[in-house]
């Protein structure tokens, strides 16, 4: 993580100076400062003609009652390319550039939702069981709980049963609710 952050924030701004350097050496200062500013504009342009119909895309999934994932990672894609040609350089410029066009945006979002689910972090049952020989255990552990549970999950409804049979059509009546069948009637 470090090294992608070091490259991020240290080496791609030194080589967006030393491409606009080199391009402004070549055609001149002027000509790459409008460059610069009329990728920026098309990119905007792009941007907004691309976002209405992610919202459009988004809108019918819901009134047909599904979830607008595809178009929600599509908005997200939108924003990261909208961000990516919005900065002054040539290189983001291109990257920026190239996720405004669908089918490589989609394949971005495919990567990075697998990526994502792959490294997901898991808290729930078993996530701080003791003695289980990792030494990576807690919420912010990469271990899952099925590692640890080593069954099926069986999901299930309860009622609470009272331990006085007597009492037990008056919780029933509190809770507004039916005794129920799994209790023992009297």
Known sequence: MFFVL?????????????????????IGALPTIAMVVLIALIGAWLLRRQSLAALLKADSALRAGRMPVEAVADGAGLMV???????PGLITS????????????QWLAKWAMRRWLANAITIGPGAFK??????RQGPFSQRSPRDDLGGPVIDGEFEPVAD???AE??????????????????
């Open 94 to 105: 291109a990257i920026g550039a190239l996720m405004l066009v669908p089918p490589i945006r």
């Open 164 to 166: 006085d049979p007597a």
């Open 81 to 87: 390319a909208a961000l990516l040609i919005m900065m």
């Open 130 to 135: 003791p003695g289980s020989g990792s030494n």
């Open 6 to 26: 070091f490259a991020v924030l240290i080496l791609l701004p030194i080589a967006e100076l030393w491409l606009l350097i080199q391009v402004g050496s070549q």
């Open 169 to 186: 059509p008056a919780v029933a009546a509190e809770r507004g609710k039916r005794q129920s069948p799994w209790s023992k009637r009297r």
